[in-house]
């Protein structure tokens, strides 16, 4: 077992975390496959679960983070707006800029775990 060091940012709003690792990740997911549905199966989570998720998000922002379409002969579609590819951006380069600034920290902290 290897150890490791991992940042786990949330951000909240009142009661409710607004954005996390996992709704960030659920983020990309719909951004990669256009969907809830294949999201929510790409990342082993029911879709009831993700549609939760989703609507968190979108109630938290100021705006909405997914644009989803209802079904029909083409089947519906979801997108992420400009809103919630950019709150993905920030996150992830919020996640960089702290494990570069410590960097050194983390090695020495790493040394002290048992192998």
């Known amino acids: 077992m290897t150890p490791s060091i991992r940042f786990r940012l949330r951000v909240t709003r009142g009661a409710d975390i607004a954005l996390g690792p996992g709704k960030v990740d659920l983020l990309e997911a719909i951004a990669k496959t256009g ?59 919020i996640e960089q800029r702290a494990e570069r600034a410590s960097a050194t920290e983390m090695r020495a902290l790493l040394k002290l775990l048992r192998r």
Do not use: H, Q
């Open 35 to 93: 969907s809830i549905t294949a999201a929510a199966r790409g990342l082993d989570m029911s879709y009831r679960r993700a549609w939760l998720l989703v609507d968190t998000m979108n109630r938290c922002f100021r705006t909405p983070v997914v644009d989803a379409a209802k079904g029909g002969k083409r089947g519906g579609g979801t997108r992420l707006t400009a809103v919630g590819i950019e709150a993905v951006r920030c996150y992830r380069r």
